[in-house]
């Protein structure tokens, strides 16, 4: 079992940043990639960004690319978010996402944490 708890969010002027934090426990030697999904009201859940365990590979959504970065702390067990240059359409609730596997692969989903870009 792996359990999520994400924070960081909040309320955030367009233009402004915010960093979103992940901490992950349990069977954590079991994933393979993480990552950040959003939805906002009446949308489905879509990915943001991911990053491999192995080796740090990132990817992002295109609509977030020069203005996101995901990052991780192998020792803390932490993933992490920033978001720079927020955009009205960013307001979204954000669920941090670990893909493991022991037999089979499994998705496993924090809570989420609101974000909303207001002026």
């Known amino acids: 079992q792996v359990q999520l708890v994400e924070s960081g969010g909040g309320l955030v002027q367009p233009g402004g940043s915010l960093r979103l934090s992940c901490v992950a426990s349990?069977?954590?030697?079991?994933?393979?990639?993480m990552g950040w999904y959003r939805q906002g009201p009446g949308n489905q859940r879509d990915l943001v960004a991911s990053?491999?365990?192995?080796?740090?590979?990132?990817s992002y959504a295109e609509p977030v690319k020069g203005r996101f970065t995901i990052s991780r702390d192998k020792a803390r067990n932490m993933v992490y978010l920033e978001m720079n240059d927020l955009k009205f359409e960013d307001t979204a609730v954000y669920y941090c996402?670990?893909?493991?596997?022991?037999?089979?692969?499994?998705?496993?989903w924090g809570q989420g944490t609101q974000v909303t870009v207001s002026s």
């Open positions: 996402h670990a893909l493991s596997r022991t037999t089979v692969f499994f998705n496993y």
């Open positions: 349990g069977s954590i030697e079991s994933i393979s990639k």
């Open positions: 990053i491999t365990t192995r080796d740090s590979t990132t």
